[in-house]
């Protein structure tokens, strides 16, 4: 027997990949709704590989009853009128905006680093799927921390458009192309230029002068992975279209080296080591679009910290940063706590 599963927000970036990845993994599913807002209502958009096509629903008048899990995608403003609709009638709500990963009473969920946390589900009936950047982030991170013990992190990323959504990935074809035939390439979606440039704003920024991107890294790493550690972050917007980069620089406790670190994650979950030290030794955005991994490549030790590392993380944002963390929730949850006969 297999599960009556709602995507919500089906006909957007992630919504589509929760679909594709639902079907590619084979997800047990004895019944599949697709839900969005009005304006798509009636649209027909197909369901993975199979062959199989699906009606969009309006979710404003979607029944929630005797369905058993929903895949969110939908925004928090969306998310707030309709996760507790969807979780009083009994379908558990996985999330992928931000407004409940720093619920306590919600557990913010990467199945490789933190899965018992999902145990807590039931007080709201809703689990949390971390921000793009801090899924890729904890998984590199999670092997490493348990073997010589974490105490701070420093992390650059180098952040796709499509982190943005369509409009951003549209914003950055076209002010491409205008710039090659010499057209005006001004910013809608972005603060600035977003082709041909970086862009240190992701979000909306703080009093203290970090931006919400940031803190989400921070709050979101200390919550999954261990509230002692130090984190700072600075997030970066580049021209790429899918695919978060990340350079990060560990302190540990104890005493780790480069060959020690690169033979955990060589073993460790979701985590794929392409570690040469040679040109082209190492993975980019390109290679890893499509792929379910979380890459690290360029380990290596920081002679500037006692018992330091420093590495490059690569990982497909619509992937493991939304659709496939969601996607693996929902797998974790059928095993753990809703079991078909």
């Known amino acids: 027997m297999g599960y009556r599963v709602v995507v919500a927000g089906a006909t957007g970036n992630v919504g589509r990949e929760m679909l594709n990845i639902l079907a590619e993994r084979e997800f047990p599913i004895d019944e599949i709704a697709a839900v969005a807002s009005s304006r798509s209502q009636g649209d027909i958009i197909e369901f993975g590989e199979t062959g199989k096509t699906l009606k969009v629903q309006n979710i404003e008048h979607f029944d929630w009853s005797g369905w058993d899990m929903a895949l969110f995608a939908i925004g928090s403003d969306a998310t707030a009128i309709y996760a507790p609709k969807a979780a009083a009638a009994g379908c558990v709500v996985i999330d992928n905006s931000s407004l409940y990963r720093m619920d306590p009473d919600v557990p913010l969920i990467v199945p490789e680093v933190n899965p018992d946390a999902i145990d807590g589900y039931k007080k709201k009936n809703i689990i949390a799927n971390p921000n793009c950047s801090t899924a890729q982030l904890v998984v590199a991170l999670k092997p490493l921390h348990d073997a010589a013990k974490i105490t701070r992190v420093v992390v650059a990323t180098y952040q796709s458009v499509s982190g943005a959504g369509k409009q951003g ?173």
């Open 169 to 341: 990935m549209d914003e950055l074809f076209e002010q491409s192309r205008n710039i090659f035939v010499g057209d005006p390439a001004e910013p809608v979606k972005f603060t600035k230029q977003i082709a041909f440039n970086v862009i240190p704003h992701i979000d909306k920024f703080l009093d203290d002068g970090s931006t919400k991107e940031e803190w989400k890294m921070v709050v979101e790493t200390k919550k999954i992975l261990d509230p002692k550690i130090k984190v700072i972050a600075t997030c970066v917007r580049v021209p790429v279209f899918v695919g978060h980069s990340e350079a990060v620089n560990i302190e540990f406790e104890n005493e780790i080296s480069a060959k020690q670190a690169q033979s955990i994650l060589r073993e460790a979950p979701g985590v794929m080591l392409i570690d040469k030290r040679e040109d082209g030794g190492y993975v980019t955005p390109v290679e890893c679009v499509g792929d379910y991994a979380t890459f690290v490549s360029r380990v290596r030790e920081d002679s500037t910290v006692d018992n330091g590392l420093a590495l490059w993380c690569v990982s497909d944002n619509l992937r493991k940063g939304a659709a496939l963390n969601a996607v693996q929730i929902a797998e974790l949850l059928g095993r753990r706590h809703l079991k078909k006969a």
